[in-house]
């Protein structure tokens, strides 16, 4: 695989991890029902 396609794919990796989190902060239930299950299991 070419050196180019590698970082691109790194690149669009990246992106999606940070965009991620700031997509479910646009549905606050969501993250509050997230937040108690992590703290349930624990």
């Known amino acids: 695989m070419p ?6 794919l790194w690149y669009a990796l990246m992106a999606a991890a940070l965009a991620l989190p ?4 646009l549905q606050p239930q969501f993250m509050v ?4 299950r ?3 299991c624990t």
């Open 3 to 8: 050196a180019l396609v590698k970082r691109l």
């Open 22 to 25: 700031f997509a479910a902060y």
């Open 33 to 36: 029902d997230l937040a108690n």
């Open 38 to 40: 992590i703290m349930l």
